[in-house]
């Protein structure tokens, strides 16, 4: 069965310090989805493409985070300079079409910000 | 606007049934339940869309009351492995959400199956 893949699981980093996480979706799913979840919390979106495309990064704070997915497939959400309160679950998703379509999960990054 | 779980927990012992309720305050077009173990990604149960289409599992049932804003997620029998953190994760659409069709989850609902 096909799965979304992310690294890496775990990434313990320093304040200021820059990170990065990647994301391969499910083969043929157009729409990726980034979500940061803290502990305790629902997902909450910070970004979602569509194919290569932007369709909603309203809730990412672009101060410091980007994300990309060049040539459609693949995605890096970047954190630069990491801050205390980014400590969270970040989970990337993916969906055939629309948001009205199942969201299959990986299986996380655990960022720890110290 | 984030939907509003309740309960926000429930312990049962194996064999009863519960129910988990989400409600929005805004029209919805989609409901999407998923349950998170600790440490793991959530995993999909159940999407049901305006209209009356559902998507999910065998074993799991729900509604959905347009009328109303509501949810309902129904477990049955419940077993051991049912435990777990259950979310929804409502969808407008490009008219009732400013131009996005995201999810938005609730704090989610934690159910405790003991023996």
């Known amino acids: 069965e096909a799965e979304v893949a992310q690294s890496p699981r775990y990434k313990i980093t320093e304040k200021s310090q820059a990170v990065a996480f990647w994301c391969d979706p499910i083969?043929?799913?157009?729409?990726l989805y980034w979500y940061r979840q803290i502990l305790g919390q629902g997902p909450e979106l910070l970004v979602q493409f569509q194919d290569e495309s932007v369709v909603d990064d309203s809730q990412l704070p672009k101060d410091r985070f980007s994300a990309e997915r060049l040539k459609g497939v693949d995605s890096t959400l970047k954190i630069q300079p990491a801050e205390l309160g980014d400590s969270a679950m970040y989970l990337c998703?993916?969906?055939?079409?629309?948001?009205?379509?199942?969201?299959?999960f990986g299986p996380g990054t655990r960022l720890t910000v110290l | 606007q984030q939907p509003v779980q309740s309960p926000q927990a429930v312990i049962l012992r194996e064999g009863e049934d519960a129910v988990i309720n989400c409600s929005s305050s805004?029209?919805?077009?989609?409901v999407h339940w998923y349950r998170q173990k600790h440490g793991e990604a959530p995993v999909f149960l159940m999407i049901?869309?305006?209209?009356?289409e559902q998507k999910g599992h065998e074993k799991i049932s729900a509604s959905f009351n347009e009328k109303k804003q509501q949810s309902s997620l129904y477990l049955t029998a419940s077993q051991l492995s049912y435990s777990g953190t259950y979310f929804c994760g409502t969808g407008g659409n490009l008219l009732t959400q400013g131009g996005s069709e995201k999810l938005v989850f609730g704090k989610g609902t934690k159910l405790t199956v003991n023996p």
């Open positions: 049901l869309l305006k209209g009356g």
């Open positions: 998703a993916s969906s055939p079409q629309t948001t009205r379509d199942t969201q299959y």
């Open positions: 083969s043929g799913h157009a729409t």
């Open positions: 805004k029209a919805l077009y989609s």
